[in-house]
């Protein structure tokens, strides 16, 4: 990843102060895929912030976002959402770091399975609990409009990243993605710092999972532990470029606003024509977008 020049930091706050006043002239179409938008880049840079730099892939977003919808629906009706989010983030950052105090032990696939799975068990295990002990599926939730907490935890993900580029900690981060071998020989607490690295990025992936959850008015297992919150910011990243801190946001903006495209145009064959034109970048693009116009 690379520090933002000056200029790149005026833009990030004329864009801020332009979409603090979009939904004053936008329908309420537009505003909820600005929405949507905004959630999928907080979710690519949460997830390029560890993996990105270190090199491990992880597939268990979707836990971290699905604990972060349930802690709303379970104590919207009893705290102030302020304090609801804070309650999320601090558990996902907690719960992250037992999760890679086990599987950070593990390497390449193994850790992309791993997490994965606990994904889906946590799927499983919270629907089973609804349908055997409660006797109920999902929880209803006081529908709001998501889109200013939304776009104030997605810039609060940007601008900690961006302060932490110069950090003791993402030097670590990138040392490990490197060579950890190297970097453990070099005297770095290669543990300590994947683990860190992980739960913060949990902690803000369950940030955008507690405040999105509010949209829904309706939440289960399976939509707050889907499987695209899972996979969508990792191809994000890979589609934009890993290797830049500019990747994950090209990605995510034009993967997400080219799904809305199709599932509006092409309901019926969309899987298969994003599926293709992923594919057919990947391979003509293995560098990602933003890659490849660097090298230019």
């Given at each position: ?17 332009v979409l603090i ?14 929405t ?6 907080g ?48 558990i996902?950052?907690i ?71 110069r950090?003791?900690l993402?030097?670590?981060?990138k040392?490990i ?12 607490n290669?543990?300590?710092?994947k ?9 803000f992936i ?5 405040a ?7 939440i ?33 903006v ?12 092409f309901?019926?064959y ?12 990947i391979?003509i ?12």
């Open positions: 990843m690379e520090f933002p020049a000056l200029p790149k930091n005026l833009a990030l706050g004329a864009a801020f102060i006043i979009a939904p004053l002239f936008l329908t309420p179409y537009y505003s909820s895929l600005v949507s938008v905004l959630l999928w880049i979710l690519t840079i949460s997830w390029h912030f560890f993996c990105g730099t270190t090199k491990y892939i992880s597939l268990g977003s979707a836990a971290f976002f699905g604990i972060g919808a349930y802690v709303t629906a379970i104590f919207s009706g009893i705290l102030p959402f302020p304090l609801v989010l804070i309650l999320a983030g601090v996902n950052f719960f992250a770091c037992g999760v890679g105090l086990v599987t950070l032990r593990l390497k390449g696939i193994y850790f992309a399975i791993f997490t994965f799975g606990l994904s889906e068990l946590l799927n499983n295990a919270i629907l089973f609990w609804e349908m055997e002990v409660t006797g109920t599926r999902g929880r209803f939730i006081a529908s709001i409009d998501v889109y200013y907490p939304t776009l104030i935890i997605t810039f609060i993900i940007i601008l900690s990243t961006i302060l932490l580029m950090s003791k993402i030097f670590a981060l040392m993605g490197e060579c950890e071998e190297a970097a453990n020989h070099s005297g770095v290669t543990t300590f710092y683990i860190i690295g992980f739960a913060i990025s949990g902690m369950g940030l955008l999972g507690a999105f959850a509010s949209k829904w008015g309706y289960d297992s399976g939509m707050a532990f889907n499987s695209l919150y899972s996979f969508m910011p990792a191809i994000m990243t890979l589609f934009g470029g890993i290797e830049t801190f500019l990747g994950p946001v090209v990605g995510a034009v993967l997400s606003l080219l799904e809305e495209y199709l599932l509006t145009s309901k019926d969309f899987m298969i024509i994003l599926g293709s034109i992923m594919i057919i970048v391979l693009l293995p560098e990602g977008i933003t890659g490849k116009l660097l090298r230019r």
